[in-house]
């Protein structure tokens, strides 16, 4: 694609937070995004999941319903779909080309993510979505994303430490960044159970945002208990009630301000949890007769909930993970609970990425670690080559491949899973 090119290049791809670039060429745009009717969600861990379900829920009910997301795992046009449909190459060509056309004319410095936002909003007016699902990038204060005045509903999902070097150092500080999304007057939601609540309760109240505290489903063999009621629920792990309820929560809120053109009934609800699906996250599938589990479990919060499930479903069996990561990623933390049981091993793969950790990094930094779990780490890690044969082999109860999804996008592009 063009585009790619375009995305890719040099002075494009970074990270700059701010909103205003963004702001600028929205106006040059003729602001599209005040035409949205957008749900903005943020945070740590979760964010995927919970407008995931929020999309299914919304198509379900006859919305059309645009979602803008990231990172992707084969192309950028899957950030931008509208009724779960990914944006044509076409189209994608023809918003990249002409936002960056424009950023260069006024000599603007868009970023890559600031393009794809813009991008986003624009294709959405275009479609003239129902209703936008809209998820932050990075932090959300000062992400492109945070550029709309007036969302029907804010979410804060799981906060944990990430991208510490940009958002802070603390739970608190981290907090602050992605309560940045509250708005006067609009909807806020989160959980009493986040780690952030102190301090997300504290931002939303002072921005002066109308707060809502969900409280967490119960989760348990693909089922949910939804108002005392046994659903369907197709996504797996306990920690989905979060999310879930989270979900929820946006959906009877906009039933009571009755904001959109359709009343969301439990009918529709429980149709739209029986078929959610978001890729790549505690997904069972087959590969050439074994049973794989996939999971982007990207940070420490990540790779607990990964282990959790483990230890539910898999607690006595025989464990292989296929594991690669970013090197900027809290790795070490990460292996620790993924290698916490005796039954677990550890497959190293160097995937070819810019970004990538090195076997040699990982090893030099294993070796001198004060854990035992790591140290054990250390001395049972082998590295792999070809991670297609290690998926064939018939030695373990269950192959689990994990780590960054950039690593999951280049390994599944091209071959042919089942979904179990």
């Known amino acids: 694609m063009r585009a790619e090119k375009i995305l890719t290049s040099s002075e494009k791809f970074h990270i700059e937070l701010g909103l205003g670039r963004i702001s600028r060429i929205l106006e040059l745009l003729g602001n599209p995004e005040k035409n949205l009717k957008i749900i903005h969600v943020a945070g740590s861990n979760g964010k995927g999941s919970t407008c995931a379900i929020l999309e299914e829920i919304f198509v379900q009910a006859g919305l059309k319903t645009g979602k803008f997301t990231s990172p992707h795992l084969f192309s950028y046009c899957e950030r931008i779909a509208v009724n779960k449909e990914p944006i044509s190459d076409a189209e994608f ?25 813009a991008a986003g909003f624009l294709y959405f007016n275009q479609k003239a979505c129902d209703i936008v699902i809209l998820e932050v990038g990075l932090g959300g204060r ?3 994303t945070n550029v709309i005045a007036n969302p029907l509903v ?5 906060i944990s430490l ?7 150092d603390t739970i608190e500080k981290i907090a602050y960044e992605k309560a940045g999304i509250f708005k006067k007057g609009s909807p806020a939601v989160f959980l009493k159970e986040n780690k952030g609540y102190e301090t997300l309760k504290k931002e939303a109240l002072r921005l002066g945002a109308r707060v809502y505290e969900a409280k967490t489903i119960d989760i348990k063999e693909k089922r949910a208990i ?5 659903v369907e629920f197709a996504l797996l792990g306990q920690h989905q009630g979060e999310n879930l309820a989270l979900a929820l929560c946006a959906v009877d809120i906009l039933n009571e301000t009755k904001v959109l053109s359709v009343n969301i009934d439990f009918e529709t609800v429980k149709k739209a949890l029986s ?15 074994n049973k ?59 995937f070819d990425y810019p970004n990538a950790l090195k076997y040699e990094d990982l090893m030099e930094n294993l070796a001198d670690c004060p854990t035992e779990v790591l140290r054990r780490a250390a001395e049972n890690v ?7 044969e290690e998926m064939s082999k018939n030695d373990a109860d269950l192959t689990v491949v994990c780590g960054s999804i950039y690593m999951l996008g280049q390994l599944f592009k091209d071959i042919d899973i089942v979904l179990r």
């Open 382 to 388: 082998e590295k792999i080559e070809n991670p297609y």
């Open 226 to 230: 939804i108002n005392g009621e046994n």
């Open 162 to 168: 990430e991208h510490k070097e940009r958002l802070g």
């Open 292 to 350: 794989l589990l996939i999971d982007a479990c990207h940070n420490p919060d990540g790779a607990r909930v990964l282990a959790e499930y483990l230890d539910e479903n898999y607690k006595n069996k025989k464990i292989k993970l296929i594991f690669g990561c970013l090197k900027n990623k809290d790795y070490k933390a990460v292996l620790e609970h993924l290698l916490s049981k005796d039954n677990r091993r550890l497959r190293f793969y160097e």
């Open 93 to 117: 060509d023809e918003l990249i080309e002409k936002i960056s056309a424009l950023d260069f004319e006024n000599k603007i410095g868009l970023t890559e993510f600031e393009i794809l936002s």
């Open 154 to 158: 804010s979410i804060v999902t799981s």
């Open 142 to 144: 000062l992400d492109s």
């Open 275 to 289: 078929k959610v699906k978001w890729k790549f996250r505690l997904e069972e599938v087959e590969y050439k007769g």
